[in-house]
C-alpha cells in the first residue's frame, strides 16, 4: 500500500521539522495573533505530513484519500496565516465582523468541500494518470472547480501578502525590518506554486509548495519570536515585574496593548490574555479620555475610574525609545492611590479607631506583665521562648504564625540556620500541626517525630525527636502555634502541654498587642502624612485667595472703565446685569472663602471655591461676548456673513469653552445682498442668549440659501427654557423679531428645559430682493 520515495521521505522530515516548530510556536503564544500562527503551523504539519502519505501511496484511492487531506491542511493553512497577518497588522476590528468571517470560511471551506465531494461531481479533478517521473507520481487532470481553487487560494495569498506590505513601510525600524522579512518570506511558496501550475502537464506531477511554505513558516517564526515581538515578557519580567503591585502596561504605536502584568490587569477588572492585544482606550474606563495624553513626552497624572466604587490612580505614562531616538511604544504605570484619597474623609474614623486601640493597647500592656515589656516583635518572640524555657527544658523551639493555609516562622531559640524556604510552608495533611487545624485539637505531643514525618530526618532539623506544638490563639481564633523540640523520644509530657498552654495565652496577647501597636504605628504616620498635606492645602488656599484678591481688583477696574463709556448704553447695561453682578458674587465668595479658611473648614472652603470658579467662569464668558459686541459695535453697511459668523465663533464662543459648528451653503451665490446685515444679528442675538442664558456646551448655526428659500437655525445644547415664560422683550427677542420682520421672514424658538433652545429663521427669496437697499435698526 505504501513505498517510501525520495519525494515522501522529503515531506516526512519537512513534517518533523514542521512539529517542532507548531511546538515552539504554541507553547509561546502569548497574544491572539500568536494563537493565529501556532494554528497554522499546525495546519501545515498536517499538510506536510498528508502529502509525505501521499507521495508514498501506491494505490489510486488511497493517493486520492491523503490528497483531499492536503487540500484541508493546505486551506486551513492558508486561513490561519490570513488570520495571524491580520491580527499582526492590526486589523482585529474587521475580523470582529460577521462578514468577514463568513467570507474567510466560505473561501477555505468550499474548496474543502469540493475537494472531498469530487468522487460525485469531479468538478475538482476528472482522472488520473501516471507520469514517467517516478516516485508513485500521479497527474490530477483538473476539472472546471479547480480555478474556483486557484482563485480562492491566491485570494487568502493576497490577503496575507498585503498588509505583510504595508507593515513593512510604518512603524519603527524594528519592526518594519521584521514585516519586510515576513513579506519577503511569503514570495517563496507563491513563486513555487505558480511553477507548478505552469509546467506543462506532461511534466506536472510533482508539487512542492508543501515544503516551500514549511520554509517560509520558518522564516516566520524565525522573524516573529527572533525578535520576541510575540513574545515581549522576559524571565527577568516574570520574576520582577509580575510581582509589583504597581500595574505596568506596554502600547505600541496602536496603542495596543502587548504587554500586561497581573496587578494592571486586577486594575481593569480583566485578565492578561483577555487584554493582550485591544487597545487600552477599550478596556481602561476612566473617567478622563487616556489617548489624548499619549504623547511622545512624559507626563505624570491621575484618572479616576467611574462605576459604583470609584478608585483613583496616579499614572505615570513614558515613551519607550529604539536607540535612544524613535518612538516604539509606551510604558504606563499605575498605582493605585485610592486609600490615600480616602485619609481625609476617614480621618475623623481613624482618631477614633487609634484611641480605641490606644485603650486596648494598655490593658494589653498591664495584663502581659514581663512578657509585653517589649512592642518589638522580634524581641517579644526571643523574651517569649526564653521566659518559657525555665518552665519547660527544650533543646530548640521555635513561634510560627499563620496566613491563610500557610504559615512562616517570626523567631526561635537554638533553631540551627534554615532557608527562607524552610522559614515558610504550606499547610496540608503531612504537616504535624494539621491536627490544630482539623480537629481543634488542644495540642500536639508526639513522642518520635521522625517515624511518621520523613522531613524531621533531614539536616539541618533531624536532631529533633520528641515535639510539642502548642496552637496560639487570638479571640478564638487559631493564629499559630509554639513548637518545642527535643533531642529525647517522649521527652515531652502532659504536664508540660498543661504549662504551655497556660503560658500560650500570655503569648497571644503578646504577639496580638505587638501587632496593634505596629499597625497604630503605621497609622501615625499616615496621620501625620495627611496632616502635613493638609497644611500644604491651607497654604494653597491662602495664595489662591491672595491672586483671586488681585483679580477682583483688576475686574472692578474695567467695571468702571467700561461704565465710562456712556454712549454704550446697551453695553452698560449687559455690564450692570451680567458682569457685575459675577464679580459681586466672586466678592462675596471670596471673602466667605477667606472667613472659612480662617476657620480651618475646609470642606465648606472647597464648596465655596468650586462656586467662586463657576463664577468667575461666567464672568469671563460675558466679558468675552461684550469685548466682541464693542469691537464689531462700530461696523455699519453691509457685512461679509459667513466671514464675520466664523470670527465670532473664533473669538467668542472658542474661547469660551463651547464648540462651535458653522454649516452653509449657497450664501454667497443666492443669499440678497440686502438681507445679509439683518441676518448676521439674528445669528449674533441668538448666539449672545446662549452664551448669557443657556451655559451650553456646544452651538450649531446652519444657513441654507437656494434660489427661492433660505433657512437659519441656531441651535445650543443649553439648559433651555419655557418660551411661554418669557416676556415679549426679554432675552434679545426683541430685536430678533425687529430683524425679521425687516426681511419679511418668520421667526420661531423652539426650546425646552434642559433640553436645549432652537432659534429658526425662514424666508422666501422672491426676484429682485438681491438689488434693494439694505435696512438697519438700533442695535437697542
Known amino acids: 500500500m505504501f513505498e517510501l520515495t525520495n519525494i515522501s521521505v522529503i515531506l516526512f522530515v519537512t513534517t518533523a521539522i514542521n512539529s517542532f516548530a507548531a511546538y515552539i510556536s504554541w507553547k509561546r ?25 501521499d507521495y508514498a501511496a501506491v494505490q489510486i484511492p488511497v493517493k486520492v484519500f491523503f490528497a483531499k487531506l492536503e487540500y ?65 507520481t500521479v497527474i490530477f487532470e483538473p476539472g472546471p472547480g479547480y480555478v474556483w481553487a486557484a482563485v480562492t487560494g491566491y485570494l487568502m495569498i493576497l490577503i496575507i501578502v498585503v498588509p505583510l506590505w504595508l507593515e513593512s513601510r510604518k512603524g519603527s525600524e524594528l519592526s518594519r525590518r521584521q514585516a519586510r522579512l515576513l513579506f519577503t518570506a511569503s514570495f517563496i511558496p507563491i513563486v513555487s506554486n505558480l511553477f507548478y ?79 493582550v492585544g485591544k487597545k487600552i482606550s477599550e478596556v481602561a474606563q476612566f473617567n478622563q479620555p487616556l489617548t489624548e495624553l499619549l504623547s511622545g513626552r512624559e507626563i505624570r497624572t491621575e484618572f479616576i475610574t467611574g462605576g459604583i466604587h470609584e478608585r483613583h490612580f496616579d499614572t505615570l505614562i513614558s515613551p519607550l525609545y529604539e536607540n535612544q531616538k524613535t518612538v516604539i511604544g509606551r510604558l504606563i504605570i499605575f498605582r493605585d492611590i485610592t486609600e490615600r484619597k480616602k485619609i481625609e474623609a476617614d480621618r475623623e474614623r481613624i482618631i477614633e479607631e487609634l484611641e480605641r486601640r490606644n485603650a486596648e493597647s494598655e490593658s494589653l500592656q498591664e495584663t502581659t506583665t514581663i512578657v509585653t515589656s517589649t512592642l518589638d516583635i522580634a524581641d517579644v ?31 526561635g531559640v537554638g533553631i540551627p540556620e534554615l532557608s527562607d524556604e524552610d522559614k515558610r510552608f504550606n499547610l496540608s495533611e503531612s504537616d504535624p500541626d494539621y491536627p490544630l487545624w482539623t480537629h481543634n485539637t488542644a495540642y500536639v505531643l ?49 504536664a508540660d502541654a498543661q504549662i504551655a498552654l497556660n503560658f500560650a495565652n500570655q503569648v497571644s496577647i503578646a504577639l496580638e ?26 497654604s494653597e488656599l491662602e495664595r489662591f485667595a491672595h491672586e483671586l484678591h488681585e483679580s477682583q481688583a483688576k475686574l472692578m477696574e474695567q467695571q468702571r472703565a467700561l461704565a465710562a463709556l456712556n454712549e454704550r448704553q446697551s453695553l452698560a447695561r449687559d455690564l450692570h446685569d451680567s458682569v457685575s453682578q459675577s464679580i459681586n458674587g466672586m466678592v462675596l465668595f ?84 440686502s438681507w445679509m446685515d439683518n441676518l448676521f444679528w439674528i445669528v449674533i442675538e441668538a448666539l449672545n442668549n446662549s452664551l448669557k442664558h443657556a451655559r451650553a456646551r456646544s452651538v450649531e448655526v446652519m444657513i441654507r440659501c437656494t ?13 433651555g427654557f419655557e418660551p411661554c415664560k418669557v416676556t415679549v422683550g426679554g432675552m434679545g427677542l426683541k430685536i430678533l423679531r425687529e430683524r425679521a420682520d425687516i426681511i419679511g421672514g418668520t421667526l420661531s424658538i423652539e426650546s425646552k428645559p434642559l433640553q436645549g433652545t432652537t432659534v429658526r429663521f425662514v424666508a422666501e427669496i422672491e426676484p429682485g430682493t438681491k438689488h434693494e437697499e439694505d435696512k438697519y435698526i438700533d442695535r437697542g
Open 381 to 411: 518572640v526571643q523574651r517569649i521562648l526564653q521566659q518559657l524555657r525555665r518552665l519547660i527544658a527544650y533543646d530548640s523551639a521555635s513561634v510560627w504564625l499563620y496566613n491563610g493555609m500557610s504559615a512562616f516562622m517570626v523567631g
Open 707 to 719: 434660489p427661492k428659500r433660505l433657512e437659519l437655525e441656531v441651535i445650543d445644547t443649553g439648559k
Open 513 to 538: 498587642n505587638a501587632r496593634l501597636f505596629s499597625n497604630l504605628q503605621d497609622e501615625l504616620y499616615e496621620r501625620q502624612e495627611l496632616i502635613n498635606q493638609l497644611d500644604y492645602k491651607n
Open 446 to 494: 508526639i513522642d518520635d517525630i521522625q517515624v511518621n514525618y520523613p522531613v524531621f530526618r533531614n539536616p539541618p532539623i533531624n536532631y529533633i525527636r520528641g515535639w510539642m506544638a502548642i496552637p496560639l490563639k487570638t479571640r478564638s481564633r487559631l493564629t499559630g502555634y509554639i513548637s518545642l523540640d527535643s533531642k529525647q523520644t517522649g521527652y515531652f509530657t502532659d
Open 72 to 136: 484541508a491542511g493546505y486551506n486551513m493553512a492558508l486561513l490561519f496565516f490570513a488570520l495571524f497577518v491580520l491580527s499582526y497588522a492590526g486589523y482585529e476590528n474587521v475580523l470582529e465582523r460577521t462578514p468577514v468571517r463568513f467570507f474567510l470560511s466560505v473561501i477555505s471551506i468550499s474548496t474543502i468541500l469540493l475537494a472531498w465531494t469530487n468522487d460525485w461531481h469531479g468538478w475538482l479533478w476528472s482522472g488520473f494518470r501516471r507520469t514517467e517521473f517516478g516516485e508513485n
Open 590 to 673: 471670596a471673602d466667605t472663602l477667606a472667613a472659612t479658611i480662617e476657620k480651618n473648614d475646609i470642606e465648606r472652603a472647597q464648596r465655596v471655591m468650586d462656586r467662586l470658579r463657576e463664577s468667575a467662569k461666567q464672568s469671563l464668558r460675558e466679558t468675552r461676548l461684550m469685548l466682541y459686541r464693542l469691537q464689531d459695535s462700530g461696523q455699519a453697511g453691509s457685512v461679509d456673513l459667513i466671514a464675520n459668523i466664523e470670527y465670532r465663533l473664533a473669538m467668542v464662543e472658542s474661547r469660551s469653552g463651547v464648540r462651535p459648528k458653522f454649516i452653509h451653503k449657497g450664501v454667497e451665490e443666492y443669499c440678497p445682498m
Open 29 to 53: 503564544k502569548r497574544t491572539r495573533s500568536g494563537f493565529y500562527f501556532a494554528l497554522g503551523m499546525v495546519a501545515v504539519t498536517f499538510w506536510t505530513l498528508a502529502g509525505g502519505f
Open 197 to 275: 501550475m505552469l509546467q506543462d502537464q506532461e511534466f506536472r506531477g510533482v508539487d512542492w509548495t508543501s515544503v516551500t511554505f514549511s520554509i517560509s513558516s520558518l522564516l516566520f517564526l524565525s522573524a516573529l519570536y527572533g525578535s520576541r515581538l510575540l513574545d515581549l515578557v522576559p524571565i527577568a519580567r516574570d520574576k520582577l515585574i509580575a510581582s509589583l503591585s504597581d500595574g505596568m502596561v506596554v502600547l505600541d504605536l496602536q496603542d495596543r496593548i502587548i504587554d500586561i502584568n497581573q496587578a494592571a490587569a486586577d486594575m481593569m477588572k480583566s485578565s492578561v490574555q483577555m487584554l
